[in-house]
């Protein structure tokens, strides 16, 4: 098992996102989750704004299988709809369907997001349907069609290492969409395995999307991709207003700002909420580099050392339990 997979398999693991919760944010997610409530997470975005960046706004939830769950994460997304409108605020949402139902129930899914959406679009508030694994992803789209036949204020995330990629991005050119990587465990006869060819399938999605598409948002934290885009957009007389930069909040804060400061729309990804256990291992299986960003901004280097051995041998334990049942 290599890094990658190794973050992975940890973020799918029930009982060590259950007990992470019960650390808060104190093991070093913290730097990267913008607090566990909306008025902590409402401070951080007043922060931002402040500095010229907007903010998408996840409300963090993993292992929703009940409606009750479902409700109440819709409920939550509501809420922070409501105090973002109410405040004037830069920002908008980004959700997971599989968070309102879609794993269990469909159509309980549809109307928990058809609340959200109408709620959004009398607001002005676009939202963003997250992709995860393959397992739902046609169904996400699916949902998305439907309510964009009312709504306009949909849009969706192509991940580049799906082969199928750049015929969603063609699908979707009319939609406001999030070009990414891939952060999920996929296999070689749906998804490209190897950085080299991730890369390669992503610059040709943005270049498609930024020649074709609406306004293009360009999530990553690769500064030799970004370097790309601005050659790019420069020889192609494409508009600063067509596209915008995105990263995840706690990474790279400085190059976010001096993009904003450059003159680009940035737009910064924001997490919240207790459940952010599955997340945090999601972004450092994309970069298992990230765990020194996080952990430099948090602990010296003595005591990082010490955690990261401690939370791995804690987690491999887990792992071999598990494998040995």
């Known amino acids: ?14 009982a060590l996102n259950a007990g992470a919760q019960k650390f808060g944010l104190r093991l070093g997610a913290q730097s990267v989750v913008a607090g566990t409530t909306i008025p902590e997470v409402i401070t951080t975005i007043k922060r931002l704004n402040a500095k010229g960046i907007a903010c998408t706004v996840d409300n963090l939830g993993e292992f929703v299988h009940d409606e009750a769950e479902a409700l109440a994460a819709k409920n939550n997304i509501l809420a922070v709809i409501e105090t973002i409108h109410a405040e004037e ?3 908008h949402i980004s959700l997971k369907p599989t968070q309102l139902g879609l794993s269990f129930d469909l159509e309980l899914c549809y109307n928990n997001l058809y609340d959200i959406v109408k709620t959004a679009h009398d607001y002005g508030i676009f939202i963003n349907f997250d992709t995860e694994t393959y397992e739902t992803l046609h169904q996400s789209f699916e949902l998305m069609e439907r309510l964009h036949k009312e709504f306009d204020n949909v ?15 063609e699908r979707f050119k009319d939609y406001r969409l999030r070009l990414v990587k891939g952060a999920y465990k996929e296999s070689a006869s749906l998804a490209y395995q190897t950085k080299e060819d991730i890369d390669k399938n992503y610059i040709k999605l943005i270049e498609y999307h930024l020649l074709n598409g609406k306004f293009t948002s360009i999530a990553t934290h690769d500064h ?15 508009p600063h207003d067509a596209f915008e930069f995105q990263m995840l909040y706690g990474f790279r804060s400085e190059m976010q700002y001096e993009l904003a400061a450059e003159g680009f729309n940035f737009c910064t990804y924001l997490p919240f909420g207790a459940d952010w256990y599955g997340y945090f291992m999601r972004r450092l299986a994309e970069r298992p580099q990230n765990l020194e960003l996080v952990v430099k901004q948090v602990f ?16 491999l334990g887990r792992l071999t339990k598990r494998a040995k049942k």
């Not at 098992?1 to 029930?14: C, G, P, Q, T, V």
């Open 224 to 238: 030799n991709i970004i370097a790309h885009v601005k050659r790019f957009v420069k020889e192609h007389n494409i």
């Open 155 to 169: 849009g969706t995330v192509i991940q580049a290492y799906f082969y199928e990629a750049l015929e969603n991005a």
């Open 1 to 14: 098992m290599n890094l990658r997979d190794f973050f992975i398999a940890l973020s799918e693991n029930r």
């Open 89 to 91: 605020l830069n920002a």
């Open 300 to 315: 010296d280097k003595k005591t990082t050392a010490l955690i990261g051995v401690g939370l791995g041998a804690f987690a």
